[in-house]
């Protein structure tokens, strides 16, 4: 295995993808086992090594670091058990192929504490590990849709310096590089984007901190909570939580679903959308010289645990918002945003070298300010061929 290994990384001195940084690269697909459905939202790390990325809606991932061909890739999903490659072998092979996790038998008789119960406790829990401060090195990006037309994407290197506590963080956000395409339209004659924009830079990591499951805990009332669904059956070593607005309740809430690792109690992941109900009307909303209506809205956020130490790591967010005046807008914008932390500083960390720190909503405002290619020099979320031809045709 020495000498197979040692013949590899000469090959790979020579061969394989190396950036001006002296990072090389890999790259494959992650599939299910059993369909061959394309896996999303899978950690793809390097053992060993604060490199991580994440794969697209279509399972695909470039992973880029510091690495040779006889370095350990592990591939973590929240459904699949975990699995360790050697680099040289996804070189060879770039469909990775994940085992599903097995279910409990019986729900029922496993959980003896109400849904509810275990909730607030991992709540609890895993508030109390996001120990401030910390810093949180990320790639960011957003897309905005007018009439379900792409009109708007930029992307960006993002750093977000945290103190405080948990419940109320003190957050200054630095972008180091960012790019941006659009297309200017009549809207943006009318709308004051950093006044009104539902994409929020400084609050795009606030899932993390799981306020908005404090407040549906504080609400119990409104809901009711399940352990597991008739649908999804728990997986092994997890517990998933359910949570859906009660039948009498008048009021659009949220719904959703949460998951629990069953032996440490950390929330590993949380999603929650606005409830679809046609017998409630969402909200009308008074903006600055417009009126509102939040359609839809969607957020997800995962979770790590990496050498012991509990650390956010993804976040996505979609919305959709009908916007009007008393003029001639009257259009529905369709806005996402995801965010993944390359780096976790979990130690106080340094003065941040930039002076200052960036206080607009969103990012496109910046246009282009960059020094390289960093969308292919970093560990961003990798653009599906719809993204690409969308970013084309903004240019």
């Not at 085992?99 to 109400?114: A, L, M, R």
Request: glycine content about 4%.
């Amino acid at each position: 295995m020495k000498n197979y290994c040692f013949f590899f990384t000469i090959l790979f001195s020579l061969s394989i993808n190396i950036t001006f940084a002296q990072l090389a690269s890999v790259e494959g697909i992650v599939v299910s086992e059993n369909d061959r459905d394309s896996l999303a939202y899978t950690q793809i790390m390097i053992k060993g090594k604060n490199t991580n990325t994440i794969t697209n809606s279509e399972g695909y991932f470039i992973l880029l670091g510091n690495f040779t061909l006889c370095d350990s890739i592990l591939i973590r999903h929240i459904a699949y058990e975990p699995k360790t490659i050697i680099i040289s072998e996804l070189k060879e092979h770039k469909t990775i192929k994940l085992t599903p996790k097995t279910f409990t038998i019986d729900e029922v008789t496993i959980h003896g504490n109400s849904a509810l119960d275990q909730l607030k406790e991992a709540l609890s829990i895993s508030k109390a590990n996001l120990k401030l401060p910390f810093r949180l090195e990320t790639y960011y990006r957003e897309f905005v849709k007018e009439n379900n037309k792409y009109t708007k994407f930029s992307d960006g290197l993002i750093d977000y310096d945290l103190s405080g506590e948990a419940v109320d963080p003190k957050t200054k956000v630095f972008v180091k590089q960012s790019r941006a395409n659009e297309l200017n339209t009549e809207a943006d004659k009318e709308i004051d984007w950093n006044l009104n924009s539902p994409l929020d830079i400084e609050k795009m990591i606030s899932p993390f901190f799981l306020n908005a499951i404090s407040k549906i805990i504080e609400n119990a009332d409104k809901y009711e909570f399940h352990v597991g669904s008739k649908a999804e059956k728990n997986i092994k070593g997890q517990v998933q939580i359910t949570f859906t607005p009660k039948e009498n309740i008048k009021e659009l809430l949220l719904q959703g679903k949460i998951i629990i690792d069953e032996q440490s109690k950390y929330i590993l992941s949380c999603s929650y959308s606005l409830e679809q109900n046609d017998s409630k009307t969402p909200k009308i909303t008074n903006m600055i010289v417009l009126k509102a209506q939040l359609l839809q809205q969607e957020i997800f956020a995962l979770f790590l645990v990496n050498n012991g130490i509990y650390q956010p790591w993804y976040i996505s967010k979609r919305a959709e918002i009908r916007m009007w005046n008393n003029k001639k807008l009257n259009v529905t914008f369709g806005f996402s945003s995801d965010l993944l932390v390359n780096k976790f500083v979990n130690e106080s960390p340094d003065a941040h070298p930039f002076k200052s720190n960036y206080t607009k909503k969103s990012l496109y405002p910046l246009g282009n300010n960059y020094q390289s290619a960093f969308w292919e020099r970093q560990n961003a979320i990798q653009l599906t061929s719809e993204e690409k031809k969308v970013i084309e045709l903004l240019k």
